[in-house]
């Protein structure tokens, strides 16, 4: 028992618990990801619904020649949120950097992943950096004066009401330096029935996604939640451009959390994520916002999701 409960996160108590508490109830995103969550994440990533991740690997894949060109050979490589396996190689095979520094959160993440980075590139210097790149973290000294581009691939700055994104943002520019440059993937507004249904697939493999938060409430925090008595739902919020994930209470529930009492009315929800779309206009004022002048963009023939180069 004790071995599980040492493991439990106390901001993962505290958000929960001050967040079911919150009018209207909402659990910030990041906590989807413990082992079973980023697994499931994973097959999200395969679905037939979900576009983003394949859409935008093939967007690099194609523009890859003219990022190496705009980019230039030797700068050090700062990638927020540690090497996707299949994006990461694309670009360090492609613009042939001094050094990579990859930035996690997870101390485990960020040792498998610079492993097998590697064995790829054996010959490319990989400072992993374990920090939470959503607070202004110093770059380490060994990272050495070579000019920076920073690479936030995947739509993760679509979690992130535009406030937060701008403040991100801002702390990226401020740590990448001068003459930094950022290579961002944002993902596109489309119409909604696609997005809703990239968030809502026919296998049913996002509401585990969303459903897990709540077993892992379960597992880790003493929570009796019943959890069948909650229905996945992704809504699209026009007025903020966003779709939204909530769970949906489907009758009256009560329930505790490390002995706290809460009770959902029957359709009433938590909401568990927002996932921001950004049109080519808004995706370069949320840049300039940020202090990033935006310099080139790819989409893919849909125009549903785009990678931006800017300068700081
Ligand atoms: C990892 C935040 C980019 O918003 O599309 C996928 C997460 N949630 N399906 C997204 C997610 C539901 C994803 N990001």
Redesign the pocket.
Known sequence: MLAIAEKVDPAFAHDVLSGLAQDPPAVP?RWFYDEAGSRL?DD?TRLPE?Y?TRTELSILGRAIPEIAEAVGEGRAVVDYGAGSQTKTPVVLEGIRPALYAPVDISGTHLRDSAATLSKRFPDLPILPIEADFTKPFPLPAEIGEHPRLGFFP???I??LVPMSAVDLLRSFRQTLGSGALLLIGMDRVKAPERLVTA?DDAAGV?AA?NLNLLHRINRELEGDVPVEDFAHEARWNAAQSRIE?HLVAQRDVTFTVRGQPFSFAKGSSIHT?N?HKYTAESARVLLLAGGWTPLREWTDPENDFALLLARA
């Open positions: 995103a994440f999200i979900y983003p995947g739509s993760t679509g979690n968030y996002t996604f994930m994520e996932s």
